[in-house]
């Protein structure tokens, strides 16, 4: 859709996030188990399930409690319909969840539903559709859906790595049906973003870019490599990027990637619409993640993203919330994000900040990368 007068004007004029959130969000309860496993007979304790509500209340704690509140605007999602979720997924699939809500179970491995738990689900796809239309609208330049569970595994037909409606290709379809001829995504998250993947691995008017830690396929549910050979097929070739970085990078080896990959693939393809999938499982504590990532390396990369959005699309830009589950510092670096978008600098320390001597080695493995892909 193209940026009309009235709207350049509003954009200029704001600097406010909206933020999408809904109380139900920490209502949402998984079993514990091993890790994200099933209980064992093996364990006298079992742990809760890394994909809580914990580390959503902290985030907006965070966001509350400090100076940037003043330019968050808080918006109540509504619970997206049948209709909404079959842009992206299967009658067939959005059926077999509804089965699967009645009871409670695992729809597959470390995925699973809560009875009644799909009512959570809508509510979290709601939030990023709710996002992309208030920054369509003109309404907010920027808009946050803090939402869980979190959406990129979740494929057309198949859930995965605790996703099971794709909040990403909701938000980016949602840009196209009002006139967005081309949308970027942006996925930071530690894991591979398959499912956005495979929803869009046949177009040319949407652009996924994935940066995650080296992990290979891990299963019947994720046979994607997420390796830099799948780049899309037929008229989606060269508009599926995938940038498999090496475990322990750090903020060096990411802020490269962003530098060298990221930005010149964006650049070229000249988006009205960018869509981040904003996991924070990147960072140096996180139970499910290996690649070091800092406060002040969030920080680094929202600021390049923020300037693309500038650049390309008259700032619009929407965040869906997937990974990141250290429940207390995957919030600040959430926050460092914000901060960055809104152009603030942060007024709170790293509270835990360990930052490893990573710019050689990364350097030295962020060429080798660079090499071997096909598309740079």
């Not at 859906?145 to 099971?164: L, M, N, V």
Request: charged share 20%.
């Amino acid at each position: 859709m193209p940026i009309g007068k009235k709207q350049r004007k509003m954009m200029k004029e704001t600097s406010m996030l909206s933020v999408f959130y809904h109380p139900d969000f920490l209502q949402y309860r998984i079993p514990a188990g091993v890790f994200d496993g099933e209980p064992s007979d093996y364990l006298d304790l079992q742990i809760d399930q890394p994909e809580g509500p914990e580390r959503i209340r902290n985030t907006k704690g965070v966001l509350e409690r400090t100076a940037v509140s003043g330019q968050l605007e808080w918006r109540v999602p509504h619970a997206a319909s049948d209709e909404e979720l079959s842009r992206f997924h299967t009658r067939e699939y959005i059926e077999r969840l509804k089965e699967f809500d009645l009871a409670g179970d695992y729809v597959s491995q470390s995925t699973y539903l809560p009875k009644g738990g799909l009512h959570t689900v809508r509510l979290s796809a709601g939030a990023a559709i709710g996002a992309a239309r208030q920054v369509l609208a003109g309404t907010s330049r920027m808009a946050y859906a803090i939402s869980r569970p979190p959406s990129h595994h979740a494929q057309p037909g198949e859930a995965d790595g605790y996703c099971f409606i794709n909040g990403v290709g909701l938000a980016t379809l949602e840009a196209i049906r009002e006139g967005c001829r081309r949308v970027a995504v942006i996925d930071w998250d530690v894991h591979h973003g398959n499912g956005t993947q495979v929803g869009f691995y046949g177009r040319d008017d949407v652009l996924t870019i994935s940066l995650h830690m080296d992990h290979g396929a891990w299963g019947p549910t994720h046979v994607q490599t997420g390796d830099v050979d799948e780049i899309g097929e037929g008229r989606g070739e060269g508009y599926n990027i995938n940038l498999p970085i090496p475990f322990g990078a750090g903020d060096y080896c990411y802020n490269r990637i962003m530098e060298c990959c990221v930005v010149p693939a964006v650049t070229e393809f000249n988006p009205d619409f960018i869509v981040l999938a904003n996991g924070q499982d990147a960072n140096q504590f996180d139970p499910n993640g290996r690649q070091c990532v800092t406060m002040a390396g969030y920080y680094q990369l929202a600021l390049q993203v923020r300037e693309l959005a500038r650049a390309h699309c008259g700032g619009r830009l929407v965040m869906t919330q997937e990974g990141g589950y250290n429940p207390t510092y995957a919030p600040y670096c959430a926050y460092s994000v914000v901060c960055a978008l809104l152009a603030e600098e942060p007024e709170i320390a790293d509270p835990i900040s360990f930052y490893p001597e990573d710019a050689v080695r990364a350097d030295r493995d962020v060429e080798a990368l660079i090499a071997r892909h096909p598309l740079f």
